[in-house]
């Protein structure tokens, strides 16, 4: 199970961090990613991170490049995305997901709103 935090309501230009805890199941071994879904639209890849046997590498779409950061604690369980600069087009539900073989894991989302 993967439970999602830190959203909200945030101004343009502003900063939010989202966390994501996984529960009865350790990340270590797991690519974790981010995906973001806005009203009408299909769900998009933001940002993964790979696991510390495959190097620890990131991936970030190109609409938010120098902008979010994806890092992942294994010792909690936990993996974040440090989101600067918002705009409002990064307005969207946001999802954390745990990827390993064939199999992984979904969190239910958390909202993301940028306006002034």
């Known amino acids: 199970q993967l439970d999602e935090s830190g959203g909200g309501l945030v101004q343009p230009g502003g900063s939010l961090t989202l966390s994501c805890a996984a529960s009865?199941?350790?990340?270590?071994?797991?690519?974790m990613r981010w995906y973001r879904q806005a009203p009408g639209k299909e769900r998009e890849l933001v940002a993964g991170i790979s696991s510390a046997g495959a190097g620890r590498n990131t991936y970030y779409a190109d609409s938010v490049k120098g902008r979010f950061t994806i890092s992942r604690d294994n010792a909690k369980d936990t993996v974040y995305l440090q989101m600067n600069s918002l705009k409002p087009e990064d307005t969207a539900v946001y999802y954390c997901?745990?990827?390993?073989?064939?199999?992984?894991?979904w969190g239910r989302g958390t909202q993301v709103t940028v306006s002034s």
């Open positions: 009865r199941f350790s990340i270590n071994a797991y690519t």
């Open positions: 997901n745990a990827a390993r073989g064939g199999g992984g894991y």
